[in-house]
């Protein structure tokens, strides 16, 4: 199974500032194929999980911009700029390189203060 | 608009079954994959089974695989979980999600149901 390490698993900012959320992957998310299978969803207080990022950089429809994912191979990073109170909930990367299992990370809880 | 309704959840006691269905509207349902997905209370993500679009590879976690079973039914715009020999680790809000691109080429979800609650106690 592909295991995915997120860092840290909270944060307490203030509103404006930046977030940054890692996710580590136990091995490469890089297909053959040249795709990288890496995904970040947001889930709201008692919401069911929302797309935010897929295929590590590419902002899902409606989404601001200032949500943005980078990396490549096994590190990635989702950054929130100017966090604002809609974006409190808990992140989850997520990868489909290699399933069964499809595999999150686990969670990082964001706080606005 | 796409939208994913699930239902059928309840609670039932160790060893029993119980099937979940999840209702879906909006999209051409017999064109895309879909999954569960089940996040226990207070817990994580965890990803439990998909199916493809014509219902012809399906795919498990080993925590249900040979317990559970997951089916649609294309005429109903409808996917199915038979849930067998529950355990009380099998508690948790089951969510339904759609498969993003259609046809066969990913597996990431784009829309998720708001859950239906499996609670397994005696």
């Known amino acids: 199974d592909v295991l995915m390490t997120q860092t840290p698993l909270s944060l307490s900012l203030t509103p404006g500032q930046t977030a940054s959320i890692s996710c580590k992957s136990s091995?490469?998310?890089?297909?053959?194929?040249?795709?990288?299978?890496m995904y970040w969803y947001l889930q709201r207080p008692g919401q069911p999980p929302q797309l935010l990022i897929y295929e590590v950089s590419k902002r899902f429809s409606g989404v601001p911009d200032r949500f943005s994912g980078s990396g490549s191979g096994t590190e990635f990073t989702l950054k929130i700029s100017r966090v604002e109170a809609e974006d409190v909930g808990v992140y989850y990367c997520m990868q489909t390189v290699q399933l069964p299992p499809i595999t999150f990370g686990q969670g990082t809880r964001l706080e606005i203060k | 608009q796409v939208h994913l309704v699930e239902s059928g959840g309840g609670v039932v006691q160790p060893g029993r079954s119980l099937r979940i269905s999840c209702a879906a509207s909006?999209?051409?349902?017999?064109?895309?994959?879909m999954h569960w997905v089940r996040q226990a209370p207070g817990k994580g993500l965890e990803w439990v089974a998909v199916i493809w679009y014509d219902g012809n590879n399906k795919y498990y976690a080993d925590s249900v695989r040979g317990r559970f079973t997951i089916s649609r039914d294309n005429s109903k715009n409808t996917l199915y979980l038979q849930m067998n020999s529950l355990r009380a680790e099998d508690t948790a809000v089951y969510y339904c999600?759609?498969?993003?691109?259609?046809?066969?080429?990913?597996?990431?979800?784009?829309?998720w149901g708001k859950g239906t609650t499996v609670a397994v106690s005696s």
């Open positions: 909006g999209f051409s349902f017999s064109n895309y994959g």
């Open positions: 999600a759609k498969i993003a691109v259609p046809g066969i080429y990913d597996y990431y979800m784009d829309v």
């Open positions: 091995q490469s998310l890089r297909h053959s194929d040249g795709k990288t299978y």
